[in-house]
């Protein structure tokens, strides 16, 4: 399915890029070539913006209803072409089509239907007192996504930037860009105005901090390493330009005396296996009361074993590099490995072998970093106050779980806990919920009317 793409879209139409060279994408399954696309500019970041202000008024000024209807015309387009996106997703990614299909096709279509209705029947305005409140679009927005979940992530900031009326330039990782080049071809058959959605493909350190410190883009929104949205946030500060980051995550799986144990490893290894560990919400540390830890994880070795051949590579070489350098380097600081380790299992393709490690504890290397792979920590704990010291004991704060006998309970635990999402006694994922971090995991919130908000901007009128 080799894809040549030698243009950017940028005010409706499919332009050739400001320069010459090309980025080649390359399937982490196999290390072949998948295809190219332009490596965007300063220059071709500039076009995208200008046409992303020219048409601001006039989608500012849409009236809210035939937003929503464009929106969900885009929604219908993705449905369309969703075999087409989760084959190309698991190509660039390396996702199991199944995986592909179900998550990285079906959520954001459903995201994006959501933000349809939400267009349509949000209140942009509202009587307080004597006032009258407007809520208005902030302008135009410069999205920046990441490659682990490639459309979905793309939809979470454009399918809201739109409903609110905003003008957008995306800019999606360079390693998963074909995915967001069927992204713009829907949107472009959805009939979406000319300006109002433009792409840039590029290199981050390139397109990526061109678009951030562009100075006609009124918020940069951002998903990805804590320490590039750092840069970006500082960046943005000078210019006193708003941001949405959603950021790095270490979140904690805290199963509590009296919890169902079984079913509640049994989730918690699949949640750190999905997507090849590539999840910045997972939840990586296993946290069990001692007189069940060992039980614990005899179940949590036996249920690694069984995804040795059921998950996909990493993204690339250098991602498979990097997990595999942290599964190292807790051995060395004396982890227990019980699953796995940090041998390639496979002489092709950038895979790494589902790993879960116990005799964690708070303070080693495995328990403080995001490894972004397929690796659990197993800890122990004495008492509730004692997961909880060790829950909130990084500088992370974006997801989490909690088990217990009741909800009650759970709920009462997971009230104390510093992080923006916990899930309880295995809670689904709700795309209306807000997403979000706490402390170094970002700042803002993604999905539902939360979503919608990081958008707009107040303006009231008083009489």
């Known amino acids: 399915m080799y894809k040549a793409h030698d243009g950017m879209y940028i005010d409706g139409t499919w332009r050739p890029a400001a320069g010459t060279d090309m980025i080649t994408v390359v399937d982490p399954a196999d290390e072949q070539p998948l295809g190219q696309v332009p490596a965007g500019t300063a220059e071709d970041v500039d076009a995208a913006v200008r046409a992303a202000r020219a048409a601001l008024p006039g ?31 698991t190509a660039e990614l390396g996702a199991p089509l199944p995986f592909s299909q179900a998550v990285h096709a079906g959520v954001p279509i459903a995201v994006c239907g959501s933000y349809a209705e939400l267009a349509a029947t949000h209140p942009f305005e509202e ?50 860009p074909l995915t967001a080049q069927l992204f713009a071809e829907a949107v472009h058959e959805a009939g979406v105005p000319a300006g109002v959605f433009n792409l840039v493909t ?51 799986n805290v199963i509590l005396p009296g919890a169902d144990l079984a079913k509640a490893v049994a989730v918690g290894v699949a949640n750190v296996m999905s997507n090849s560990g590539q999840t910045c919400s997972a939840w990586t540390r296993m946290l069990v009361h001692t007189d069940r830890y060992d039980e614990a994880v005899e179940l949590a070795a036996a249920a690694a074993a069984k995804y040795g051949p059921r998950i996909g590579p990493v993204v690339n070489a250098k991602q498979q590099a990097r997990v595999r350098g942290y599964i190292e380097k807790g051995v060395e600081e004396g982890a227990r490995l019980v699953a796995g380790g940090p041998e390639a299992p496979k002489e092709q393709g950038y895979f790494v072998q589902p790993t879960v490690f116990a005799d964690v504890t708070p303070e080693m290397t495995i328990a403080q970093e995001e490894i972004f792979g397929p690796v659990l920590s197993l800890i122990r704990y004495e008492d509730e106050d004692d997961a909880l010291r060790i829950a909130n004991g990084t500088v992370y704060g974006l997801a989490g779980a909690v088990w217990a006998a009741d909800d009650a309970a759970a709920v009462a635990f997971a009230r104390r806990m510093d992080t923006g999402q916990v899930d309880i006694n295995g809670g689904s994922f709700n795309p209306l919920a807000p997403f979000g971090g706490y402390k170094q995991s970002g700042v803002g919130r993604e999905l539902g009317a939360h979503g919608l908000m990081e958008y707009l901007q107040t303006k009231s009128l008083q009489f």
């Open 59 to 89: 989608w500012a000024a849409t009236p809210p209803a035939e937003r929503a209807a464009l929106i969900g015309a885009l929604r219908d387009r993705l449905v369309a072409r969703k075999d087409e996106i989760a084959a190309t997703v």
């Open 127 to 176: 009587k307080v007192g004597n006032s009258t409140v407007h809520l208005e679009p902030v302008g135009v927005v410069g999205a920046i996504t990441p490659w682990n979940y490639p459309l979905h992530q793309i939809v979470n900031k454009v399918a809201p930037a739109l409903a609110a009326g905003c003008t957008v330039v995306l800019k999606p990782a360079e390693d998963t």
């Open 202 to 252: 590029g290199l981050g350190p390139v397109a990526g901090q061109a678009l951030a410190e562009h100075e006609g883009v009124d918020l940069v929104s951002f998903t990805g390493s804590t320490a590039v949205g750092k840069r970006i946030g500082a960046t943005a500060g000078a210019a006193v330009k708003r941001v949405a980051l959603e950021l790095g995550g270490k979140s904690a």
